[in-house]
Structure formats: C-alpha cells, structure tokens
C-alpha cells in the first residue's frame, strides 16, 4: 500500500460512481480512512464492496443528500465519530444537463445551483471547524472547464461551476491562516455517468453527432491531446490536492481539460 495519505481521514461527495469512485479507491490505497458519501445507496454499497475487496478495511459510506444541510452535518459527524479527525475534503457531487437560458425553468435553475455549488458550501461550512480543530485540512471542490470559459446550451451549469471557483479563492483566503488549503479542480469531457447525461440532453443539429461515441470522438479531436479524460487523471489531481505535496498551492482553479483552455 502506498501512504501519501497515511493517516488521514478524508469525505468524499458523490463516491458512488464515476470520478467520486475512482478517487475513493484511489485515497484508500494511499492510506487515508475515507467516508464515501453519496445520494445513491447502491452506488455507495458498491464503491465500499469495491475497496473492501482490495483488501482495505478503513471506509465508510453514508447516503447523503449534499442539499440538505442536516444530512451533511450528519455526514461529516459520522465521519468524525469513526475515525477521530478530518483532513480532507473532497466536494464531488454534482449533477448536469443540458437547456438553453430561454427554456430553463425555475426549479432546473434552481436544482443546478444546489446541487453544484450550495452543496460545496455547504460541505465547507461543517467540515471547516474540525480541520481548524486539527490544525489544517485541505478542501476540493469539483468545478469544471464550464467555469472558466462558456460552454453552449448550460447556463446554469456554467453559472454554478463559475461559482465554484469564486467560493474557492474566497474560502482560500479566509481560512488559509487556520492552515486549511482550498483548491478547485476543472475537468473538461471525461467520460462518466454524469457526462453521458449532459451528452443525452444536448440538443442535436442536423448532420451532427447524434450517438454519446460519436460525440466524445468529436469532443475529443478538439483537445490539443486528441483524447478525453479518463477518470484517473481527475483522481490523480484530487489526491495531489490532497496531499501534503501540494502543500503551498491554494485559491487555484486547475483546469484538468487536455488543453482545451489554451486553445
């Protein structure tokens, strides 16, 4: 096993699939004791089944709406309760579609903007006091290449990531005295379950892509290294993030795009 986590207790959001899962196992296997918190029960079940297989027995799961704010105090008291600590978190959880401005309605709006920034907020402002506590922490948020620059048909997607980033230099600079570091991180198109939803409710054009391969072979040639993300690249950052080897980086916003944001 490897230890760049040895002794430290991490939450992660959204760990029952995709990217969230990957860096579960991933911070696992470099010795962190992690919470696996998720809406999807299942999904959190497999995630721990998962680890537990490898032969690690520090996980826990908790099924966790990350909206509402009584269950994720409730996640990270768990959290604390188990293992005595929290050092990291890593605020994951999101939802995505695709809607132009004129046809979004009110309660998508509003769904978005809880769900992909409230909750990282929200996430924040209990599992804050422990790592001051502690005597420092790292926190990162799951923002996205859509808060840094525009993305077509996801206004409030892009007005959440962009969020993300703004709450992450702020939180940066308030608790960077407490020894607690705040990064984000900006993932373009990796392929997970959450892509393949925006990538379904993309509106089609005529003669354009209409299949989820064919759309992330033409997402794909657009990045100056011509292929998508896998969900390791977005794990491996995180767990730097993490680690104490990035420990005089925060208040960035780390794009994680395959060069899209230089083109």
Not at 119 to 138: D, F
Request: charged share 15%.
């Amino acid at each position: 096993m490897a230890t760049r986590l040895e002794g430290k207790v991490a939450i992660i959001t959204g760990a029952g699939s995709g990217i969230g899962r990957e860096a579960a196992h991933l911070f696992a296997a470099e010795g962190a004791c992690v919470m696996c918190a998720d809406i999807n029960s299942v999904g959190v079940s497999q995630t721990l089944e998962g680890i537990r297989k490898s032969g690690i027995a520090t996980a826990i799961g908790s099924t966790v709406d990350v909206t509402v704010p009584e269950q994720v105090a409730r996640m990270v008291q768990e959290t604390v309760a188990a293992f005595g600590r929290l050092d990291i978190l890593y605020a994951n959880a999101g939802i995505g579609e695709s809607c132009n401005a004129i046809d979004l309605t009110i309660e998508q709006w509003n769904r978005m903007i809880a769900v992909n920034l409230t909750s990282v907020w929200l996430s924040a402002k209990y599992a804050l006091p422990h790592m001051i506590k502690g005597g420092g922490g790292s926190i990162i948020n799951q923002s996205s290449s859509a808060g840094l620059m525009g993305v077509p048909a996801m206004p409030h997607y892009c007005a959440a990531k962009t969020g993300v980033i703004g709450l992450t230099r702020q939180l940066a600079i308030d608790y960077g005295p407490s020894g607690v570091r705040v990064n984000a991180i900006c993932p373009s198109a990796i392929p997970t379950p959450l892509m393949a939803t925006v990538w379904e409710s993309a509106p089609r054009d005529a003669g354009s892509s209409t299949t989820i391969p064919e759309m992330e072979a033409a997402a794909a040639s657009n990045l100056p290294l011509r292929r998508l993300g896998v969900l390791a690249d977005c794990a491996c950052l995180a767990l730097f993030l993490a680690s104490d080897e990035s420990g005089w980086i925060t208040g960035a916003a780390l794009p994680l795009d395959g060069g899209l944001s230089a083109t």
